[in-house]
């Protein structure tokens, strides 16, 4: 088993370049494999040229005949989306399980987003458990065999969200 290193897009951020310049800097760096930003609409920066991200509203064919261009691998999608906001998460993470499985893309990141006040300390977990059930369903439809990252915030958040989230789907698996 071989470990490859990957680059995650945001390293082209500060330069105020495009995706493919990006691809492009990642391969004369030596890297094999990127991890593009995706949004989704139209977004006037990226549009311009002048910011990294790529449009889930583009085709997919373009994402790939970047990569293939320079030579590049997706190894993942970093499709970051609040998983304690389910109306907003559902469908944006669908959108993004669907263009990895068009680019080849093994990993779909994402996040916890942040607590709003108003909830428990329980039901944040909740939440995105029902999040996480309804993208699995959807994950399971694509025929996508992939992962689905969850990165979490701070790193006492991240420890008290990790050790949370465990515990519910431990408590009641999704699938």
Not at 58 to 80: C, M, Q, V, W
Not at 109 to 114: F, Y
């Amino acid at each position: 088993m071989s470990i490859e290193i990957g680059l995650n897009m945001e390293f082209i951020r500060c330069e105020d370049r495009p995706f493919e310049a990006g691809v492009a800097r990642a391969a004369e760096l030596g890297y094999q494999y990127v991890e593009p930003m995706v949004h989704n609409g139209r977004e006037l920066l990226s549009e311009a040229g002048y910011f990294h991200s790529f449009s889930m509203d583009n085709d997919p064919l373009e994402i790939k005949e970047i990569l293939a261009k320079y030579g590049l691998k997706a190894s993942g999608l970093s499709a970051h989306t609040p998983l304690m906001r389910p109306e907003i998460a559902v469908p944006y993470l669908e959108r993004a399980i669907r263009l990895a499985a068009a680019v080849g893309a093994p990993v779909v990141n994402t996040d916890e987003g942040i607590r709003p006040p108003w909830l428990e300390d329980e039901e944040p977990f909740q939440v995105m458990r029902y999040t996480l059930k309804k993208v699995i369903g959807i994950l399971q439809d694509a025929g996508w065999s992939g992962v689905l990252s969850v990165e979490c915030g701070a790193p006492k958040q991240a420890a008290d969200s990790l050790h949370n989230l465990n515990m519910i789907l431990a408590a009641q698996p999704i699938v």
